[in-house]
């Protein structure tokens, strides 16, 4: 079985500036995938960027990164520039690749609450 | 709409009532996933759909949850005698899933459905 562990329940920043969500995890699993969900107050979960575990670089969309270390089991998020939007929920998730991935579900941390102050 | 659609909204349940909760996929969506997710916690795995058939319910809590996709399309979750502890937003989402690889044809999210048992 997977856990994906997120240690940081709140966190804050001042508008424009950068911060780091961290989430680590654990698996047995060479082969998986790991995301980053923002849940905004509507509740609907939306896909922030994503990386494969075969793949040593980084995954960059935008303004957001991943800091992605497997050895270490973590896989921490970025956000540069934030935008007052970018207040919300944020999950760290595990996917583990089989051999066919249609049916693999989602393992979830716990989730960090951002807020982004003007 | 083009995205995942749930109803209601909102339940509110005496406890030993029985719930049903709709789930609308993105159309010609092959995979259907339930998760539950408890207050200020991480949405976890309840059940999956392909096509019409259920190929893992290994999440369902207990025998009081059942689901069911008879067409392969919309999705009905339902509770059996509602206990407190069933009180959470239930999460549906969709992708193309069939032959396709989760990772390349990710996961959307509906908005939920809150319920409370009262």
């Known amino acids: 079985a997977q856990t994906v562990t997120q240690s940081q329940p709140e966190m804050s920043v001042q508008e424009a500036e950068t911060v780091t969500l961290s989430c680590t995890y654990d698996?047995?699993?060479?082969?998986?995938?790991l995301f980053w969900y923002k849940q905004p107050p509507s509740r609907q979960m939306i896909l922030v960027i994503r990386?494969?575990?075969?793949?040593?670089q980084n995954a960059t969309e935008n303004r957001f990164s991943v800091n992605f270390q497997k050895a270490a089991k973590s896989f921490s998020l970025k956000i540069s520039d934030s935008q007052l939007g970018d207040t919300a929920m944020y999950f760290c998730?595990?996917?583990?690749?089989?051999?066919?991935?249609?049916?693999?579900?989602?393992?979830f941390g716990g989730g960090t609450r951002l807020m982004v102050k003007p | 709409g083009a995205g995942v659609s749930q109803s209601p909204r909102y339940k509110v349940a005496k406890r030993g009532q029985d719930v049903a909760l709709r789930c609308d996929p993105i159309s010609g969506h092959v995979s259907l996933f339930w998760y539950q997710q408890a207050l200020g916690q991480g949405p976890e795995f309840l059940t999956y759909f392909q096509n019409e058939a259920q190929l893992d319910k290994s999440g369902l809590p207990s025998d009081r949850f059942f689901a069911e996709r008879p067409e392969g399309s919309v999705s009905t979750l339902k509770i059996q005698r509602t206990q407190q502890e069933d009180s959470a937003v239930y999460l549906c989402?969709?992708?193309?899933?069939?032959?396709?690889?989760?990772?390349?044809?990710?996961?959307?999210f509906g908005n939920g459905t809150r319920l409370t048992v009262t």
């Open positions: 990386q494969e575990a075969y793949k040593q």
């Open positions: 998730a595990f996917m583990k690749r089989g051999f066919n991935n249609a049916g693999n579900m989602l393992t």
């Open positions: 989402a969709s992708s193309l899933g069939g032959t396709s690889s989760s990772y390349n044809s990710p996961l959307h």
């Open positions: 698996t047995s699993e060479n082969n998986y995938y």
